[in-house]
């Protein structure tokens, strides 16, 4: 049985606790891009609209579908940071129960698959994929209210003069 020093079990865990602070922010920073850009795209396209006096309907309804698409690009950026932020927690809870009886993998943040004593352990979990984080009930309410506001833009513009 291998004698770890605290030192080190605490350094490996305070580099994971990094990554999972990093992928925690970047989630954040996507929702506040998208709010960003997508009230910029609003913006402009009603300017244009207003100056072009419903000659242009097609544009408008070009640019309505286009604003889908920023909607869901960063839906799935952050169903990936939070996937992967879910991952490394998992990294996380495997260092605390191993660590004091192996000295293997120590330091590897990038290997998800790992053996101890003939056990084989995956710690890439189907619950923590990228599309049932993107359907969980923390991501689709926030992405879904763009939606619904673009989507009504839509019908807006379908149903006008």
Not at 31 to 59: C, H, M, P, R, Y
Not at 74 to 90: G, I, M, N, P
Not at 110 to 115: E, I
């Amino acid at each position: 049985m291998p004698n770890t020093n605290t030192d080190i079990i605490h350094k490996e865990l305070d580099l994971i606790q990094d990554i999972i602070k990093r992928m925690a922010h970047n989630s954040f920073q996507v929702k506040a891009w998208l709010i960003g850009i997508l009230s910029a795209l609003v913006v402009v396209k009603s300017e244009v609209l207003f100056a072009k006096a419903d000659a242009e309907n097609t544009f408008s309804m070009q640019m309505n579908l286009f604003l889908f698409l920023p909607i869901f690009c960063f839906w799935y950026l952050d169903a990936f940071f939070l996937s992967t932020e879910k991952l490394y927690r998992e990294l996380y809870r495997w260092v605390v129960r191993h660590r004091p009886d192996t000295n293997a993998y120590l330091y590897d943040l990038n290997t998800f698959v790992r053996k101890v004593n003939d056990n084989e352990e995956n710690l890439i979990l189907a619950k923590n994929g990228i599309w049932k984080v993107a359907f969980s009930k923390t991501l689709w309410p926030f992405y879904l209210l763009p939606m619904v506001f673009v989507g009504g833009l839509l019908f807006y513009n379908l149903f006008r003069q």
